[in-house]
C-alpha cells in the first residue's frame, strides 16, 4: 500500500475530526425507524469509534516518531493488541454502517444479518450495495466509490489479524552490520553453561543484547511472499482519515 502524505493528519487534527463526528452521532441516535439500523449504529459503530480511537491514542503514544528506546516485550505485545484490535474494528465499523444503510433503507430486498442466503452482499463497498444504494443516494455511493480501492487494501492487514499471521510490533529493529555482530555476540552467550556466563539469567542476556538495536515504529506482516514492514503512524493516520471520511458521509446522509 502506498502511503499519501499525511503532514496534515496530526494528532490534533485526528482527535477534532472524531470529536465532530461523535458529536454528530448525538442526533441520529434515535432518529431511526428500523430498531436494528438503531442497534447497529448505537451499539456497533458509536462504541467500536471509541475502541478505534483508544487504539489510535495508545499507537500514538508509545510507536511514535523520535522514540529512542526499545519496547519492552511487554510494550510490544501490547502495542501488537492495538494494532490487530485496531484493524478488526475498522472492518466491524464497516460492517455496522453497512447494515444501519441496510436496515433502514432496506436497500438489498430480503438480506438480513441472521442467516438468509445473500448476507455477504450487505457490504459498504460489494457491488450490489453500492448499485442499490446509488439509487437511492447517489452522492454517498459516490463517496464510497472513491474509496473502494482503499477498501480492498485494507484487507491486506485485516485479514492478518483475523484468519492468518497477526500482525507484528518488533521491540528494536537492527539496521547496521555492527549491531548484528554486536547482537550475536551476545546472544551467543545464552547457550554457554551456567558457569561459563557467570551464572547470569538467559533472560538478562536476550535484554542486553535486545538493546544493541534500535527502536524503529513499525509493523510487520508476514506473507507467503515474505516479511512486509510498514511505519505504523503513517499506516494508521492514513487508514483513520478514510474511515473518518466515510463515517462521517454516512452519518450525514441519515
Same mark, same amino acid.
Given at each position: 500500500? $502506498?502511503?499519501?502524505?499525511?503532514?496534515?493528519?496530526?494528532?490534533?487534527?485526528?482527535?477534532?475530526?472524531?470529536?465532530?463526528?461523535?458529536?454528530?452521532?448525538?442526533? %441520529?441516535?434515535?432518529?431511526?425507524?428500523?430498531?436494528?439500523?438503531?442497534?447497529?449504529?448505537?451499539?456497533?459503530?458509536?462504541?467500536?469509534?471509541? !475502541?478505534?480511537?483508544?487504539?489510535?491514542?495508545?499507537? @500514538?503514544?508509545?510507536?511514535?516518531?523520535?522514540?529512542?528506546?526499545?519496547?519492552?516485550?511487554?510494550?510490544?505485545?501490547?502495542?501488537?493488541?492495538?494494532?490487530?484490535?485496531? #484493524?478488526?474494528?475498522?472492518?466491524?465499523?464497516?460492517?455496522?454502517?453497512?447494515?444501519?444503510?441496510? #436496515?433502514?433503507?432496506?436497500?438489498?430486498?430480503?438480506? !438480513?444479518?441472521?442467516? /438468509?442466503?445473500?448476507?455477504?452482499?450487505?457490504?459498504?463497498?460489494?457491488?450490489?450495495?453500492?448499485?442499490?444504494? %446509488?439509487?437511492?443516494?447517489?452522492?454517498?455511493?459516490?463517496?464510497?466509490?472513491?474509496?473502494?480501492?482503499?477498501? @480492498?487494501?485494507?484487507?491486506?492487514?485485516?485479514?492478518?489479524?483475523?484468519?492468518?499471521?497477526? +500482525? #507484528?510490533?518488533?521491540?528494536?529493529?537492527?539496521?547496521?552490520?555492527?549491531?548484528?555482530?554486536?547482537?550475536?555476540?551476545?546472544?551467543?552467550?545464552?547457550?554457554?553453561?551456567?558457569?561459563?556466563?557467570?551464572?547470569?539469567?538467559?533472560?538478562?542476556? #536476550?535484554?542486553?543484547?535486545?538493546?544493541?538495536?534500535?527502536?524503529?515504529?513499525?509493523?510487520?506482516?508476514? $506473507?507467503?511472499? /515474505?516479511?512486509?514492514?510498514?511505519? +505504523?503512524?503513517?499506516?494508521?493516520?492514513?487508514?483513520?482519515? %478514510?474511515?473518518?471520511?466515510?463515517?462521517?458521509?454516512?452519518?450525514?446522509?441519515?
Amino acid at each position: 500500500m $502506498t502511503i499519501a502524505g499525511d503532514s496534515f493528519l496530526t494528532d490534533e487534527t485526528l482527535l477534532w475530526r472524531e470529536s465532530e463526528l461523535r458529536s454528530s452521532t448525538l442526533d %441520529k441516535r434515535d432518529a431511526f425507524t428500523s430498531a436494528n439500523a438503531r442497534r447497529h449504529f448505537n451499539e456497533g459503530f458509536v462504541r467500536r469509534h471509541y !475502541m478505534l480511537q483508544s487504539s489510535r491514542l495508545f499507537l @500514538s503514544q508509545h510507536c511514535r516518531q523520535g522514540r529512542k528506546e526499545p519496547l519492552s516485550p511487554y510494550e510490544a505485545t501490547d502495542c501488537a493488541i492495538h494494532l490487530n484490535a485496531y #484493524y478488526l474494528n475498522l472492518r466491524g465499523t464497516l460492517d455496522n454502517l453497512a447494515w444501519v444503510l441496510q #436496515y433502514e433503507w432496506q436497500l438489498l430486498a430480503g438480506v !438480513m444479518e441472521e442467516g /438468509g442466503r445473500g448476507r455477504q452482499a450487505c457490504s459498504l463497498f460489494g457491488p450490489r450495495f453500492l448499485a442499490a444504494l %446509488k439509487s437511492q443516494q447517489p452522492k454517498l455511493a459516490s463517496v464510497l466509490e472513491q474509496h473502494g480501492h482503499w477498501a @480492498s487494501e485494507l484487507a491486506e492487514l485485516r485479514d492478518p489479524a483475523a484468519h492468518r499471521v497477526p +500482525i #507484528y510490533v518488533p521491540p528494536s529493529v537492527i539496521t547496521s552490520q555492527e549491531q548484528v555482530d554486536k547482537f550475536r555476540r551476545i546472544e551467543a552467550q545464552a547457550d554457554a553453561a551456567p558457569s561459563e556466563r557467570g551464572d547470569r539469567p538467559i533472560s538478562e542476556i #536476550y535484554r542486553e543484547a535486545q538493546a544493541v538495536a534500535d527502536f524503529a515504529p513499525v509493523m510487520i506482516i508476514s $506473507t507467503p511472499q /515474505g516479511l512486509e514492514m510498514r511505519l +505504523i503512524s503513517e499506516q494508521v493516520r492514513y487508514d483513520h482519515d %478514510k474511515y473518518l471520511t466515510i463515517a462521517r458521509a454516512i452519518v450525514d446522509a441519515l
